[in-house]
Each structure stands twice: as structure tokens, then as C-alpha cells.
């Protein structure tokens, strides 16, 4: 397909437990974005990569969120020792250019659920 | 603290009408600003940007109208309709970032 994607679509974990998320961007976009957006809120900044590199992770909560992007396409998030506090959708886009906050295109999230 | 807001959580208009979407700053170092629109199950999807050198930007049935001295943005959709109910969401970034800063959203209801 042409557009962002994302898996798995839905992600129940218990309390404790590790989890990695998936994101497959658009063929050529040279930026990626993670966003966390909880219920009844707008999305919020997690991390933001170029190519390979990760120039922007100043919206990890914590040191038990990790992204990795190792070739400068697909990317994965990864969250150790869930806790509650991290049920949300997570989202992940791409946009193809560097200069700006260009047009972003959005893959249609995981919902991760932490029981 | 939130820097881009959506006071309005939803809002109803009758199909064949304007339906006007508000947004609020506070950072003045934003200079780029988007909307994005979101069905249930779906990623957000781009729907109009203007840059702060315009007031104005028009695409179809979809005007953004920027007041920086108010730090206000609005959506205007006209004339609305069914396919367009859903979720709105503004968003702003500081030149030379690329990050979003997207406020909550407001939920667009098209009645029949």
C-alpha cells in the first residue's frame, strides 16, 4: 500500500510486560515521527527521526521508551515494563522532507491497553 | 502546559452551512500551522496548512484563517458536509522543528 502502517493494530499487555510496536513509512520519506495520544486528547510528540538518525526524543516519558529506526525506514517502538499510565493510540508518521514541519502522514495507530 | 487549544470539544451544524473550527496559541514562536481531520480507527489526515507570513489560505470547501496578534486560527468549511463529520485537530510547529504540537481536538458533527 501507498500510506503508512502500523502492527500490530491492537496491543493488550499485562502490567510488567514488554511490548514493540511497528512502522512501516512511506517509501522515501525521509522523516518518521512517533506521537502518543491518549483518550479524548490530541496527539503528543514521542520521538522523531532523519533517515537513521534520531535528532528529537525530548517527548520520551521515560528512560522505559526506546525507538529505533536502524536502516532509515522501518522504525519500532519499544516500551519496557508497561505501566498503566502508557494505554494509548500510538502513531506514527512521515513526511518526506527536512526543512519543516512539512505535511505529515499518519499510519492508523496501535492501541496498546495495559491491564 | 497546552500550548495549542481547542476550547470547543464539539460542535454541531446543519448540512448546507458553515461550519467554523477555532484554535488557540500561546508559544509565538509557531509559524507553521496545519489542520488535520480524523475518522474513528484512522490515522489523522492532512487537511490545509498556512504559513505566518499569510492570513489566509484556501482549498476548496476549506478556508484557514490566521490572526497572529490574537495567536487565533480558525477552520472554515462551507458549505459542510456528512463525509465531514469528524474529528478536527490543529496543530503548530516553531520554525526549524519538526515536531507537531497538536491541540485536543474538536469533535464536527454534519446533521442532515
Known amino acids: 500500500g501507498a500510506g503508512v502502517s502500523q502492527s500490530p493494530r491492537y496491543k493488550v499487555a499485562k502490567r510488567g510486560q514488554d511490548v514493540a510496536l511497528r512502522c512501516d513509512p512511506i517509501?522515501?520519506?525521509?522523516?518518521l515521527f512517533w506521537y502518543q495520544q491518549a483518550l479524548g486528547q490530541g496527539p503528543e510528540f514521542l520521538t522523531y527521526?532523519?533517515?537513521?538518525?534520531?535528532?528529537?526524543k525530548s517527548g520520551l516519558p521515560s528512560d522505559r521508551f526506546f525507538a529505533e529506526r536502524p536502516e532509515g525506514s522501518v522504525s519500532t517502538l519499544k516500551i519496557q515494563r508497561t505501566q498503566q499510565e502508557d494505554s494509548a493510540v500510538y502513531l506514527c508518521?512521515?513526511?518526506?522532507?527536512?526543512?519543516?514541519?512539512?505535511?505529515?502522514?499518519f499510519g492508523p495507530g496501535t492501541r496498546l491497553t495495559v491491564l | 502546559d497546552q500550548q495549542v487549544k481547542q476550547n470547543s470539544p464539539s460542535l454541531s451544524v446543519q448540512e448546507g452551512r458553515i461550519s467554523i473550527l477555532n484554535c488557540d496559541y500561546t508559544?509565538?514562536?509557531?509559524?507553521?500551522f496545519l489542520w488535520y481531520k480524523k475518522y474513528p480507527a484512522e490515522g489523522p489526515t492532512f487537511l490545509i496548512s498556512?504559513?505566518?507570513?499569510?492570513d489566509k489560505n484556501e482549498d476548496g470547501r476549506f478556508t484557514v484563517f490566521l490572526n497572529k496578534s490574537a495567536k487565533h486560527l480558525s477552520l472554515h468549511i462551507v458549505p459542510s458536509q456528512p463525509g465531514d463529520s469528524a474529528v478536527y485537530f490543529c496543530?503548530?510547529?516553531?520554525?526549524?522543528?519538526?515536531?507537531?504540537?497538536f491541540g485536543q481536538g474538536t469533535r464536527l458533527t454534519i446533521n442532515p
Open positions: 508518521a512521515s513526511s518526506r522532507g527536512v526543512q519543516r514541519a512539512n505535511e505529515q502522514f
Open positions: 517509501s522515501g520519506h525521509v522523516s
Open positions: 527521526f532523519q533517515n537513521e538518525a534520531q535528532l528529537d
Open positions: 508559544n509565538s514562536m509557531f509559524d507553521y
Open positions: 498556512i504559513s505566518s507570513i499569510k
Open positions: 496543530a503548530a510547529s516553531v520554525q526549524g522543528a519538526q515536531k507537531l504540537v
